[in-house]
């Protein structure tokens, strides 16, 4: 049996989700229209506004004036850490498209629409497969929508203010030779900014994802301990490829990211105990 016939089966054998295929579909379709609607939202909000945005907010870490460039030249000053300090690289950026401008505003501020509608997303998500857990496991798993968001939320924060001004005064200050300029394109900066941002707020759903697969079995305590030089060189690959070829900004981000690798084995021993306690009650 497929993982979606399971899936509708679990919810029919739920009293609060008998329905038929096509019901499921269409409380599917009610979940998915009231995500849009709120992602819509925020984004009017935030094309409104997108100017100011640009200014305080997309264009902030490249300036020296950005928090996050102050703390780690005040870091590095201190702890006498050259390469810390971000100073930040004055930039002036290019537009090569006649619309590109206008149809960067409506991606950027999708963008942030979704990031800030997310709670309310992962929300509908859940309110669509709660009727297929039984009540025991949703007691369990009471809390899920605060902690998802706010491990969305931290990994976007953590990707904005550490990772993006070491991507930016990295890429900015690098040449091959001095008879070569750096001309940004806005597309080119705004890209390696979502890509970044939103990349690293998946990423920190790591323990939710782990959780999730110790739920149905897939995964076990046992397997990520033994596979644990595995993950921190897949850690290490990804931090590498994240952050630019520095030491010191792929250990930035390696270690929030070994750290969430075991929270997460912690999540599924708990779930592996659970599952031992229910089976000996039986």
Not at 223 to 234: P, Q, S, T
Request: net charge positive; with cysteine; charged share 15%.
């Amino acid at each position: 049996m497929s993982l979606i016939d399971n899936f509708l089966s679990s919810r029919n054998k739920n009293p609060l989700g008998e329905m038929k295929f096509t019901d499921h579909i269409d409380d599917l379709r009610k979940h998915i229209i009231r995500s849009v609607i709120a992602v819509l939202i925020f984004s009017i909000i935030a094309f409104i506004n997108i100017e100011r945005i640009f200014q305080e907010v997309i264009f902030a870490p490249s300036k020296p004036d950005f928090i996050a460039n102050r703390v780690m030249c005040d870091l590095a000053k201190k702890f006498h850490i050259e390469n810390l300090c971000m100073e930040g690289v004055p930039m002036d950026f290019q537009n090569t498209q006649l619309s590109g401008q206008f149809m960067l505003s409506f991606s950027s501020s999708f963008m942030i629409g979704f990031i800030l509608a997310f709670p309310f997303v992962f929300w509908q998500f859940w309110l669509f497969i709660k009727p297929a857990l039984k009540p025991s496991e949703v007691k369990q798993a009471r809390g899920i929508v605060f902690w998802s968001s706010l491990l969305f939320f931290l990994g976007v924060l953590f990707a904005y203010y550490v990772i993006a001004p070491f991507t930016i005064s990295f890429f900015a200050m690098y040449t091959l030779s001095p008879q070569f300029k750096n001309i940004i394109t806005i597309t080119s900066y705004y890209d390696n900014m979502s890509d970044i941002v939103l990349g690293m707020g998946v990423v920190f759903e790591l323990p939710i994802v782990v959780y999730f697969l110790s739920r149905i079995g897939i995964i076990t305590p046992k397997l990520m301990r033994d596979k644990r030089r595995y993950a921190i060189l897949i850690l290490l690959f990804l931090a590498t490829i994240i952050t630019p070829p520095d030491m010191l900004s792929c250990w930035f981000v390696f270690i929030p990211l070994y750290l969430l690798y075991e929270i997460s084995i912690i999540l599924s021993a708990r779930v592996a105990k659970q599952r031992v306690r229910k089976q000996l009650s039986q």
